[in-house]
T-cell receptor, first 115, second 112 residues
């Protein structure tokens, strides 16, 4: 799996958009970008994933650059409950890949949403 | 819908005692199963993963072992706990077709 680089921490004002960057300059053509978050003392929660097109769901939007070497997770209206560590992961996704869908987590970005 | 259960939520064990953490998944069949550990203030470290019954792969050498006696049951064990085994242990599952992983609520283990 390709490595990712994220800033260790970020602050965001409540109600504003939180933009979390992730660099994955060695990403391969068949690797997807996944985002998870972990609220203190809880298990990680899946947020969103994408390959090359921008994606949006009820939680967030994912913007992937055209060269796919970086991406940004956007929380459009951050709330205090969005305070968490956000992990960016790149990995292969294939319906034929049953040989261990391993997820390797890096250090993540600690997002602090402030009132 | 699928659910994952992990217990106990917290555990305090003396050094040298055995360990058994259990994880079960409901609502799916033939899941991929994972055990992670998170030391205080650090990211998640993959310990074991399993693609099927009795098929376990270890990612790092350690004082722990894993077993999968049934399709939806994953057990993390140790014969003799060390102080360094303290941490937050997380079980997770993903289906063979969709690779989003879903995590349990974790077990906070303190070895004293």
């Amino acid at each position: 799996d390709a490595k990712t680089t994220q800033p260790p921490s970020m602050d965001c004002a409540e109600g504003r958009a939180a933009n979390l960057p992730c660099n994955h300059s060695t990403i391969s053509g068949n690797e997807y970008v996944y985002w998870y978050r972990q609220i203190h003392s809880q298990g990680p929660q899946y947020i969103i994933h994408g390959l090359k097109n921008n994606e949006t769901n009820e939680m967030a939007s994912l913007i992937i650059t055209e060269d796919r070497k970086s991406s940004t997770l956007i929380l459009p209206h951050a709330t205090l409950r969005d305070t968490a560590v956000y992990y960016c992961i790149v990995r292969v996704r294939s319906p034929l890949d049953n040989a261990g869908n391993m997820l390797t987590f890096g250090g993540g970005t600690r997002l602090m949403v402030k009132p | 819908s699928q659910t994952i259960h992990q217990w106990p939520a917290t555990l305090v064990q003396p050094v040298g005692s055995p360990l058994s953490l259990e994880c079960t998944v409901e609502g799916t069949s033939n899941p991929n199963l994972y055990w992670y550990r998170q030391a205080a203030g650090r990211g998640l470290q993959l310990l074991f993963y399993s693609i099927g019954i009795d098929q376990i792969s270890s990612e790092v050498p350690q004082n722990l072992s894993a077993s999968r006696p049934q399709d939806r049951q994953f057990i993390l064990s140790s014969k003799k706990l060390l102080l360094s085994d303290s941490g937050f242990y997380l079980c997770a599952w993903s289906s063979s077709l969709n690779t989003e992983a879903f995590f349990g609520q974790g077990t906070r283990l303190t070895v004293v």
